[in-house]
């Protein structure tokens, strides 16, 4: 015969430090929180570099998002779409109350920087554009007829800026102000290109001047006193002849 079962009636205490509960905690991050629209600027010294750094941030995002793996090369619209990322995240760091306003079609304020400028907001790229009187021309493309307003002191500003100094092989300022204009309003342009020549090593090397080297000692020959020829030997040519003696002449 079997034994029987024996019921046993056990309390567990909660605050037991054995049998303690566990909780558990979910937390959910998209790919927006995890991985930042651009990488620190301060860390680049190239706007190329930055750029492409940038199109490939994209590109995991767009991986997380689709859960699509891509292997290929960076693509145009991929950098374009750095490009205007960078151009963005400028106007919103140093014009973030005038992004605003104009994204909101309301009038900029007396006391901005851009109060004298004809500025417009694109809905398009999501920018701050300059508003011309070049909009009947035909020639130009629609950066040159609105070119992207810029802060100077920003740092994807004078990365930009060196960026076209080195494509035009360190030539004068005015070459590198003509490129800047066709697709930038940068304000205060020509002084932030001065900075940036002021600060470019091939620049400086070529402003250089040569070391003027220290000159040695000068032979005994040019700082004994002057000798008059004949005074330990002579030769006689048939005859005396007549040399100068201060202010006469003698044989």
């Known amino acids: 015969e079997w034994p029987r079962e024996i019921e046993h009636d056990l309390k567990i205490d909660s ?28 860390r680049f010294s190239k706007w190329t570099r930055l750029l492409r750094a940038t199109a490939y941030i994209i590109r995991v995002r767009n991986i997380l998002r689709a859960k699509v793996f891509i292997r290929n090369e ?3 619209e991929e950098l374009y779409e750095a490009e205007i990322n960078l151009y963005r995240k400028v106007q919103m760091d140093s014009f973030l109350e005038e992004y605003k306003m104009l994204k909101q ?25 300059l508003d011309g009187r070049l909009n009947n021309s035909s020639s130009l493309n629609f950066d040159t007829k609105h070119p992207i307003i810029l802060d100077p002191k920003h740092r994807i500003t004078k990365l930009i800026i060196q960026h076209y100094h080195e494509n035009a092989y360190h030539f004068g300022q005015e070459i590198v102000l003509n490129k800047l204009r066709c697709k930038f309003w940068i304000l205060r342009m020509r002084q932030a290109v001065k900075n940036v020549f002021h600060n470019c090593q091939h620049c400086s090397n070529r ?3 040569p070391m003027i080297p220290i000159m040695g000692q000068l032979p005994l020959c040019r700082i004994e006193p002057t000798i008059r020829p004949f005074i330990k030997c002579g030769v006689d040519y048939f005859g005396p002849f007549e ?8 044989k």
């Open 15 to 42: 605050d037991n430090l054995e049998m303690k509960r566990l909780e558990y905690t979910f937390i959910n991050f998209s790919a927006q929180d995890l991985i930042p629209d651009i990488p620190n600027p301060e």
């Open 74 to 76: 960076i693509t145009v």
């Open 105 to 129: 079609g309301q009038m900029i304020k007396k006391t901005s920087r851009l109060f004298s400028l004809s500025c417009t907001f694109r809905e398009e790229d999501k920018l701050m554009r």
């Open 207 to 209: 402003r250089a001047n």
């Open 243 to 250: 040399v100068a003696v201060k202010s006469s002449r003698e």
